[in-house]
C-alpha cells in the first residue's frame, strides 16, 4: 500500500523560473516540455532534460471571488457547497472548497488539503479554505 500524498503542487519550470498551476505540459512563459513521466518513473533520464521543481501549494492566500452551488452531484450529503478562487502570495491562483460562514472578497484564508467526499471507495482530496 502505497502512502497517499496530501498536497497540491505548483510547477516551477527549470529554465525560466515561471510557476504555474495546474501543470502545464509545456511553460507558458518560455516553451520548455514537461515530462510527467519524470514523477512516476525514479530513473526517468532524457538528455539535456531538466526536470521541474514541485512547490506544495500551502500558506495564507486572498478570497478573489467565490459562489454556492446547490445542485450537487452524487456523493455530496450537504445541501450546497461554496467554492473560492483565491491568489497565493507566490501569484499563484487556485480554486477549491471554501469553508468560511460569511465569505467576503478580499478577506485573508488559508488553505489545506483534505478529504473532499468519496465516491464508490475512493476518497478525493482537495483544497479547502480557511480562516487563518
Known sequence: MYKIDKNVYAYRCPKCGQLHYPAPMRCKKCGYRRYPEQEIEPNFQKEGYKPWEKTPLKGSC???????LWNLPIGFDQRYLDFGLVEFENGIRAS?????????????????????????GKVCYGLQFVKP
Open 62 to 68: 486572498k478570497l478573489l471571488t467565490y459562489t454556492r
Open 96 to 120: 477549491g472548497r471554501l469553508l468560511v460562514d460569511k465569505p467576503k472578497i478580499g478577506m485573508k484564508l488559508n488553505v489545506r488539503v483534505e478529504k473532499i467526499k468519496e465516491f464508490y
